[in-house]
Each structure stands twice: as structure tokens, then as C-alpha cells.
């Protein structure tokens, strides 16, 4: 008999999976619930939203995806980090907190439908994220704009030092 509470779950994960831009799956086992609470204060602060769910729903959940491969990651308790704003937000927020948190055990992730190992993940979590690259790009920007401003005023100082010289030769002449 199915139950009314678990088809709403697995229509949740199914539109969460489907907007999600990268999900990272993690083991939670022998987290306190105040460890749980920071985990999330810290997810929600970067838009990525952390939730429990139960294997067999997920794995419902994840029709499009390659069962075989999920499958695989779906072992004990599963907790699962949907990046919605970014790619990299998830994989940051999980590792970084796993490092303060042994307990907290990465198991895996997806971006673009590919399987990311845990060490991928990690790999992830190392690329700048949004912010960072569109300060690097402004930088970038500004560069060659600020090294155009230096040679004007060297320009502009030269041609005056000259014309003082000038000046302090004809006066001394005078």
C-alpha cells in the first residue's frame, strides 16, 4: 500500500534532483543533533538546503539518474547537500565542515549526472566558488586600466620635469 506522506517525499527529491545543479551525499552517523544544527545553519547561509532521507525514496527519487551508480552510495544513513545557486556550494560547505567533524563521512556526489567519488568532492571543493571568480575577472579587468592610468601619469610627470628644466635654463640664461 503506498502511503500519501512517502509519494509527496519522492515527488520532493524528484524536483530537488532535477534543480539541483550538483547533490553531495555524505554519512551522519554519530553527529549530535546541535553538530546537525550547525551543519544546516551553515548550508542555508551559502543556499544549499541539507536534507535526511531514506535510501529507498531517493533511489525512487533518482529515475533519470543511473540506479546502479546511486545505488552504491546508498548505504546506512544518507544525508544529501542539494546545491541550488552553484555548482561547488554544496561539495565547500560538506567538506569544510567534515573537517572540524570526523564523524561527518563524505560518501560521494553528483554534478551534471556524473558520479563524483569522495575525493572528487574534495577536489570540488577547492575551485573558487561564484564570488571569488567574478572578483578574479573584475581584477582582471582592472589590470590593465590601472597600468594605462601609471604610463599617462609618467607621461604626463616627464613632460612637466622637462618643462621645469627648460624653465630653470632660461631663467639662469636671463
Do not use: W, Y
Given at each position: 500500500?503506498?502511503?500519501?506522506?512517502?509519494?509527496?517525499?519522492?515527488?520532493?527529491?524528484?524536483?530537488?534532483?532535477?534543480?539541483?545543479?550538483?547533490?553531495?551525499?555524505a554519512?551522519?552517523?554519530?553527529?549530535?543533533?546541535?553538530?546537525?544544527g550547525?551543519?544546516?545553519?551553515?548550508?542555508?547561509e551559502?543556499?544549499?538546503?541539507?536534507?535526511?532521507?531514506?535510501?529507498?525514496?531517493?533511489?525512487?527519487?533518482?529515475?533519470?539518474m543511473?540506479?546502479?551508480?546511486?545505488?552504491?552510495?546508498?548505504?546506512?544513513?544518507?544525508?544529501?547537500?542539494?546545491?541550488l545557486?552553484g555548482?561547488?556550494?554544496?561539495?565547500?560547505?560538506?567538506?569544510?565542515?567534515?573537517k572540524?567533524?570526523?564523524?561527518?563521512?563524505i560518501?560521494g556526489?553528483?554534478?551534471?549526472g556524473?558520479?563524483?567519488?569522495?575525493?572528487?568532492?574534495?577536489?570540488?571543493?577547492?575551485?573558487?566558488?561564484?564570488?571569488?571568480?567574478l572578483?578574479?575577472?573584475?581584477?582582471?579587468?582592472?589590470?590593465?586600466?590601472?597600468?594605462?592610468?601609471?604610463?599617462?601619469?609618467?607621461?604626463?610627470?616627464?613632460?612637466?620635469?622637462?618643462?621645469?628644466?627648460?624653465?630653470?635654463?632660461?631663467?639662469?640664461?636671463?
Amino acid at each position: 500500500m503506498v502511503r500519501p506522506d512517502k509519494v509527496a517525499e519522492v515527488e520532493l527529491l524528484t524536483d530537488k534532483l532535477g534543480k539541483a545543479q550538483c547533490l553531495v551525499l555524505a554519512n551522519f552517523s554519530g553527529l549530535t543533533v546541535a553538530d546537525m544544527g550547525e551543519l544546516r545553519g551553515k548550508c542555508r547561509e551559502q543556499n544549499v538546503e541539507f536534507r535526511v532521507v531514506k535510501n529507498r525514496l531517493l533511489k525512487r527519487a533518482s529515475v533519470g539518474m543511473d540506479n546502479a551508480v546511486i545505488e552504491q552510495l546508498l548505504t546506512g544513513p544518507t544525508g544529501v547537500a542539494f546545491g541550488l545557486a552553484g555548482p561547488v556550494d554544496p561539495a565547500k560547505v560538506l567538506v569544510e565542515f567534515a573537517k572540524g567533524h570526523e564523524k561527518l563521512e563524505i560518501k560521494g556526489g553528483f554534478l551534471d549526472g556524473a558520479l563524483l567519488t569522495a575525493t572528487q568532492v574534495e577536489a570540488l571543493a577547492t575551485i573558487p566558488g561564484r564570488q571569488e571568480l567574478l572578483c578574479m575577472i573584475a581584477r582582471g579587468f582592472q589590470g590593465p586600466t590601472q597600468n594605462f592610468v601609471g604610463v599617462l601619469h609618467g607621461l604626463m610627470s616627464k613632460c612637466v620635469r622637462t618643462l621645469d628644466a627648460v624653465a630653470k635654463q632660461k631663467a639662469e640664461a636671463a
